[in-house]
């Protein structure tokens, strides 16, 4: 004789195994794809080019310090770094200022600086 649960427990185990089945099918599926970068991590090399034609075009080269610098992906191959930096002005007072940079990556992974956008002082 079966027991009055029998019915009801039936569909909840099949379920369940269907829904294991399912999760770890996605989860196989999910392996073979490569984990997709973030912009941060593609370009490290950015801020470094950016701090390069900062550093260049303020004056005082010598004392130019980077605080801090942000990059994010604007298109492809295309950041923009943001970033603090502190330095001696002409009339001998350190400034602080945010510059920004639009990067590009050119062939033979170079990252060039098109354009610095500098504090105006």
């Known amino acids: 004789m079966l027991s009055p649960l029998f019915p009801r427990s039936l569909p909840t185990a099949l379920v369940m195994a269907l829904s294991v089945t399912c999760a770890s099918a996605a989860l196989a599926a999910g392996q073979d794809e490569a ?3 973030r912009g ?6 950015a801020p470094v080019a950016c701090m390069k034609a900062v550093k260049a075009a303020l004056p005082n080269p ?3 310090k980077w605080v ?3 990059a994010r992906k604007v298109a492809e191959d295309a950041y923009s770094v943001v970033a603090d930096v502190e330095y001696l002005a002409q009339d001998g007072a350190v400034r ?3 510059v920004q940079c639009d ?3 050119a062939p033979g992974n170079q990252f060039v600086v098109p354009k610095v956008r500098l504090p105006q002082h």
């Open 96 to 98: 602080k200022a945010k």
């Open 68 to 70: 801090s610098g942000k």
């Open 62 to 64: 010598a004392s130019f």
């Open 35 to 37: 984990p997709k970068p």
């Open 40 to 45: 941060k991590d593609e370009a490290p090399e």
């Open 103 to 105: 990067v590009l990556r």
